[in-house]
């Protein structure tokens, strides 16, 4: 049997911010956590970099959050994001066909997120986009998965067959998915029509950076189908 040229036999999507747009739903969810401690914050713009990390992270960083106040403003959180939120968000125009492309190369597809699994689930099943994935990975408190690279480790160990790493690529806008990729030996592709800070991406170093997601398939080398009007 040939062997298949494409370059990846294992392919991991974050989600917010690479695969959907999900700013309004956390952003607005994290203004409602923070208006619990009196904090106001008018500018959703000024929130966008809740998106990505795990929340504990960017509370204490941001707010210099103590522990006691991490639990409350996380509970608050996900009041608000578990009801409303978390459909508060849109598939980029592309995602479904680059999708569908990477699957056509038979390359294993997966997710990985910092958000609550339950919430990975929601959003890709509702978009209809679950169908793609061999794992769908996220947060689990219970489990202590917390971190990038404790997710990916979750995702790895439901896949058959050992990792190879020069055969594996992860794909996501933020530093922390370049960092938790490289825990495990993984190069990482950032994109940049996600949610990193101005530098971020160079100062992290992926292997490469995608400016759109036209880039992003051409970077994995995928023909990517018209979208249709």
Known sequence: MTKSRFPYDLIIFDLDGTLTDSKLGITRSVQHALAHFDITIDNLDDLTHFIGPPLRDSFIEAFGFDDEQILTATRVYRERY???????????????????AANATGATLAVASTKGEPYVHRILEHFGLD??????GGADHDRSIHTKADVITRVLAELPGPLNPTRTIMIGDREHDVFGARHHGIETISVRYGYA?????????????????EDLAALLGLKLAPVST
Not at 131 to 136: E, K, L, R, W, Y
Not at 202 to 209: S, V
Request: include cysteine; charged fraction near 15%.
């Open 197 to 213: 800070r101005p530098g971020e991406l160079e100062a992290a170093k992926p292997c490469a950076i995608a400016e759109t997601m």
């Open 131 to 136: 169908h793609h994935f061999a794992v769908m």
């Open 82 to 100: 578990g009801a409303v939120g978390l459909l508060e968000n849109e598939v980029f125009p592309l995602t479904s066909n680059l999708l569908q």
